[in-house]
């Protein structure tokens, strides 16, 4: 495992720095419901191999490779990956909260 964050000040630094980047709660997110394949991942997520690879590094995601040919790669939540499903709920119902305050305020949906 890599150093979790060797310049964190605290806690919440530390949280914030692990799930860090575009894709990082999307693809857990989508590893939350199920083992995914990374073809899936790759379709749902378009731009994910870095921030999935450093995922994995910090021991929140996964990696199975099966010898088949072609190959098979496998990924799901590790139980310190599964430790972040609380805050991807929070996020997802802040989200829904979001979406909806903006579908009040805007009859067309639409921002700005």
């Not at 919440?12 to 692990?18: G, K, Q, R, T, W």
């Amino acid at each position: 495992m890599r150093n979790a964050c060797p310049d964190c000040r605290s806690p919440v630094e530390s949280a914030l720095h692990a799930i860090r980047g575009k894709w990082k709660p999307l693809i857990l997110w989508q590893l939350l419901e199920e083992t995914r394949r990374f073809g899936e991942l790759k379709r749902l997520i378009p731009e994910i191999t870095q921030q999935l690879r450093e995922l994995e590094a910090d021991e929140l995601v996964h990696r199975e490779i099966y010898a088949e040919v072609p190959p098979k790669v496998e990924y799901s939540l590790t139980a310190l990956g599964r430790t972040l499903e609380s805050v991807l709920n929070v996020l997802r119902d802040r989200g829904k909260t979001f979406e909806a305050e903006v579908a009040r305020t805007m009859p067309d949906g639409k921002s700005g």
